[in-house]
């Protein structure tokens, strides 16, 4: 069982930039497939985006975040991070981290269905 937890969130303008962690228990990262999904007010949750260490550290991005986001992880702290810049209204959402076990290329863990472990979620609000 893998604990995460989600801080970072808030209130930010426009523009602006937040930075998202994920704290994991476990015991290294560097088995483990980590992404971020988000979910708005009366939508579906959706992809963000996701890291494999073991799938040669291949990253992917929703779409409409790409060049915006950027997901790493830093496996000294046990810690998964989203980089958000050029923050738009409509990221408005609450973030939720999730992990699983995995060791191919990121672009095979885009649905939630491939995640075993869920955060509690963090709100992110961008106002206009």
């Known amino acids: 069982q893998v604990q995460l937890v989600e801080s970072g969130g808030g209130l930010v303008q426009a523009g602006g930039s937040l930075r998202l962690s994920c704290a994991a228990d476990?015991?290294?990262?560097?088995?483990?497939?980590m992404g971020w999904f988000r979910q708005a007010p009366g939508k579906e949750r959706e992809f963000v985006a996701a890291i494999s260490r073991n799938g040669g550290g291949s990253t992917s991005y929703a779409e409409s975040v790409k060049g915006r986001f950027t997901i790493s992880i830093d496996n000294a702290r046990n810690t998964a991070y989203l980089q958000m810049n050029s923050l738009k209204p409509e990221d408005t959402a609450v973030y939720y981290c999730a992990a699983v076990q995995g060791y191919y290329d990121s672009r095979y863990y885009v649905r939630q269905s491939s995640y075993h472990y869920w955060g509690q979620g963090t709100q992110v609000t961008v106002s206009s």
């Open positions: 476990a015991r290294s990262l560097e088995r483990y497939v």
